[in-house]
């Protein structure tokens, strides 16, 4: 691993590995950019909170259902606008850290039309990552269900309106599926196109130890 500058390089990735690889006879140097370890960070605890929320979200509309609202479901109904926030929030955090330090070059063995979608999919998943948390805040507006764990009360970003409600209620379960269907695109493309078929530095970038499996024969 090779630190560039004081820790730091002039875009996100934190490194450049550099290792031989035998092809035709000849030693290719083949670079890896990986992302900062800030970043992964950022990363794996946005994964980690999701694996969270979308059970809970699941299970409490429908044990909602069920049991026609009970204690449980209470504190299921809370800890999902909580962690919703929470999420929110490192979004915002991640993409002002991604603006400031930038991001590792791309895959080098990428066409540019691959380049394209998966910056495509990064984007839209920034952006349904922040659109999800804030729809469902204003859907605790519009029912005016703001409060949490009986303790505390999310502030309300507009008035209570029964049939915005049931809009907003809509638009967040719908963007809640896209965003989740984008991200097991998101997961096959990494683990099953780059890292199993094409064998290339992608899964690298973000999970450093997983090595290229061109590099391992």
């Known amino acids: 691993m090779l630190d560039l500058g004081k820790g730091r390089a002039p875009i996100e990735g934190a490194c450049v590995k550099t290792r031989g690889n035998a092809m035709s006879g000849s030693d290719l140097r083949v670079r890896t950019a990986t992302y900062s ?35 449980l479901t209470n504190t299921l109904y809370s800890s999902h606008k909580t962690l919703g926030l929470v999420i929110l929030a490192l979004v915002v955090a991640r993409l002002i850290y ?10 080098p063995t990428l066409e540019w039309w ?3 979608a998966s910056h495509a999919t990064h984007w839209s998943l920034y952006l349904l990552l922040i659109l999800v948390p804030i729809v469902g805040w204003l859907g605790i507006s519009f029912y005016d269900a703001r409060e ?13 309106n029964h049939e915005a409600w049931e809009v907003a209620r809509l ?8 965003t989740v269907a984008l991200v097991a ?6 683990v099953v196109l780059h890292y199993f078929i094409r064998k290339d530095g ?13 590099r391992k024969g």
Not at 202 to 214: H, I, K, N, S, T
């Open 185 to 190: 695109m998101h997961i096959g493309a990494a």
């Open 202 to 214: 992608v899964l690298e970038r973000m999970l450093p130890w997983a090595g290229r499996r061109d």
């Open 148 to 160: 949490v764990f009986g303790i505390a009360t999310i502030p309300a970003l507009a008035t209570k």
């Open 171 to 178: 638009v967040h379960k719908s963007l809640a599926y896209l």
């Open 98 to 107: 991604r603006f400031a330090h930038g991001a590792p070059a791309d895959e």
């Open 37 to 71: 370890t800030a970043a992964r960070h950022f990363h794996w605890w946005t994964v980690a909170l999701l694996l969270i929320q979308v059970p809970v979200g699941l299970y409490m509309v429908y044990r909602g259902a069920a049991t026609n609202f009970d204690a």
């Open 114 to 116: 691959q380049k394209a």
